[in-house]
């Protein structure tokens, strides 16, 4: 939603709060899934294989009821598959309306799913609530990212608001009950965070948003660890073959050797007529625009449910920071590359040279 020195954080530890019926409910919130989960080749049948094909039974994630930590309107995802479960975390309003005040609402939930199209919500939630009166993300947790290596859930987050956005981490063994460590920047008007752990250089790579910035607010910092992002020395992202404007939402993925980078148009307010795009890179910096139609939409969130099977979760148009807003899923059974228009004219999507068959 909403860092500029090389730092190194203390701990907080801080764990979020743990009641054991909530968390052994998990369990019963799972098995409550099986009736209505699909198979590998139930969920390929609902891909298109051209592109990206919208889930007719949209949206996969509501607000909550009147009344509830999440009844105002859902925001930015993350999706990640651990053995047989997935999972959703999210951001959620609690209010609403048209007051800047809501953001103050802002916590983040966790959803569960055994095909990655049927969710449950955590009944332990919010998993990541907002922080104390002293605490550093008092005014709000959202923008959540996570990823899942060495038997950890890293979570990386946004908390506070306007001047005071920044960056935190936390932890978790379980995917529910997360220990704070700490905020990780110091930048302020901050939004938009994803991580990459480069199995190359074995550094992490988080993308952001900085509004200061604006129009040109794309940037990677890179760290040696979760926490010591050299924020300093992030560096601007362009893409190539966009006209002017501005473009976020970035989700990136490396696979084949190749970077590709989910993301959208912005315009402000609410993204009245964006759409999930495609980019692709050889080095996670220098971008080029491969496809401006994925789906209509915003913050598109890629998932890959199988071999040759992915899932994209993303708002509805008009929606974003807007109340009731929801998460839908599209479904493609393909390869990546297959996305990429210019593949289609016999174009390289790399080298932007034509691809010319041996004789």
Not at 237 to 262: L, N
Request: glycine share 12%.
């Amino acid at each position: 939603m909403r860092v500029a020195l090389l730092m190194l954080v203390m701990p907080c530890c801080c764990a979020m709060p743990s009641f054991a019926g909530e968390v052994a409910s998990l369990g019963n919130v799972v098995r409550g899934l099986k009736a209505s989960a699909l198979d590998a080749t139930a969920l390929r049948q609902l891909g298109g294989t051209s592109g990206f094909k919208e889930y007719p039974e949209n949206p996969v994630l509501k607000p909550g009821l009147p009344g509830s930590w999440d009844a105002g309107a859902l925001g930015s995802m993350t999706i990640l598959k651990v053995d047989n479960l997935y999972h959703l975390y999210y951001e959620a309003w609690g209010v609403r309306g048209d007051s800047a005040a809501d953001y103050n609402t802002l916590q983040t939930g966790h959803a569960v799913s055994l095909d990655g199209i049927h969710w449950s919500k955590d009944p332990a939630n919010p998993v990541l609530p907002k922080g104390g009166p002293s605490d550093w993300d008092r005014d709000g947790t959202w923008d959540p990212f996570v990823i899942y290596e060495g038997g950890l859930f890293k979570l990386w987050y946004g908390g506070g608001m306007d001047a005071h956005c920044d960056w935190g981490y936390a932890q978790s063994a379980d995917g529910r009950t997360f220990i704070k460590k700490g905020q990780i920047s110091h930048l302020g008007n901050v939004e938009d965070d994803h991580v990459v752990h480069d199995p190359v250089s074995h550094r992490y790579h988080m993308y952001h948003w900085d509004r200061r910035q604006e129009p040109k607010g794309l940037f990677r910092a890179t760290g040696l660890d979760e926490k010591s992002f050299d924020f300093a020395g992030a560096t601007p992202i362009t893409i190539a073959g966009e006209s002017p404007g501005m473009y976020k939402f970035s989700h990136v993925v490396v696979e084949r050797g190749v970077w590709y980078m989910f993301y959208g148009d912005f315009l402000r307010p609410h993204c009245p007529i964006s759409t999930v795009r495609l980019a692709t890179s050889t080095d996670g910096v220098q971008w080029t625009s491969v496809n401006k139609h994925l789906m209509a939409g915003h913050d598109g969130e890629l998932l890959r449910a199988g071999e040759g099977v992915y899932l994209l979760y993303y708002g509805p148009q008009g929606h974003f920071d807007a109340r009731n807003c929801d998460v839908r899923v599209a479904v493609y059974a393909g390869k990546l590359e297959g996305l990429i228009e210019e593949r289609k004219k016999g174009i390289s999507p790399i080298t932007g040279l034509e691809n010319k068959k041996k004789p």
